[in-house]
């Protein structure tokens, strides 16, 4: 059964960084492409950024190049977001799943609130 689960998230304020990370399960994890996705608040969710099965990272949303760094380790079947100078309209609940096509459910996401 393919499970996604995210962790990481939290209030922070304007400036501040986050480490997100998501623990993936059911499928031969180093054979897929990964991504982070982000769903705003009455907005429809979107790419944040996508690796390789290898782990080098491309794609960054325009958004969030410069400030966000893509990781995996697929020893431990994890991917990592690291997000620095985070922005109120980064706010949106963070998804991970295999990429370009999605597979499996989506996990419960993490949610990420930028906020003074």
């Known amino acids: 059964q393919v499970q996604f689960v995210e962790s990481g998230g939290g209030l922070v304020q304007p400036g501040g960084s986050l480490r997100l990370s998501c623990a993936a399960s059911?499928?031969?994890?180093?054979?897929?492409?990964m991504a982070w996705y982000r769903q705003a608040p009455g907005k429809e969710r979107e790419l944040v950024a996508r690796i390789t099965s290898y782990g080098t990272p491309y794609n960054y949303a325009d958004s969030v190049k410069g400030r966000f760094t893509f990781s995996r380790d697929n020893a431990k079947n994890m991917v990592y977001l690291q997000m620095t100078n985070l922005k109120p309209e980064d706010t949106a609940v963070y998804y991970c799943?295999?990429?370009?096509?999605?597979?499996?459910?989506w996990g419960q996401g993490a949610q990420v609130t930028i906020s003074s």
């Open positions: 799943n295999t990429s370009p096509q999605t597979i499996g459910a």
């Open positions: 059911g499928f031969t994890f180093s054979n897929y492409p």
